[in-house]
């Protein structure tokens, strides 16, 4: 190795953050892995965690969008609804 490229752990070569159930195992994992002294050192889990908490808010923000659409078309439902 050149010294700017480690190798990955276990913990980085099944990732699945395809879904919430999925990033949220690998999260767990990889604070399990950092308590138990045996996955990553302290800087690699605070970037880890830097980078997993951005991508949960995007999840959420996605989430929250898609609600959002629900709720539009439930009250627009409503509307049609009110007018009859």
């Known amino acids: 190795m050149d010294g700017h490229h480690k190798e990955k752990s276990a913990y980085l070569q099944n990732v699945n953050l395809t879904d ?3 990033t949220m195992d690998f999260y767990r994992q990889v604070i399990d892995g950092f308590i ?3 996955a990553v050192s302290e800087s690699d889990l605070r970037a ?3 980078a997993l908490r951005g991508y949960l808010d ?3 923000h996605k989430d929250d969008l898609r609600i959002e659409e629900r709720l ?6 409503y509307e049609k609804e009110r007018k009859r």
């Open 20 to 22: 919430i159930d999925g």
């Open 58 to 60: 995007y999840l959420k």
């Open 48 to 50: 880890i965690v830097y």
């Open 72 to 77: 539009e078309a439930i009250e627009e439902l």
């Open 36 to 38: 138990n002294g045996h």
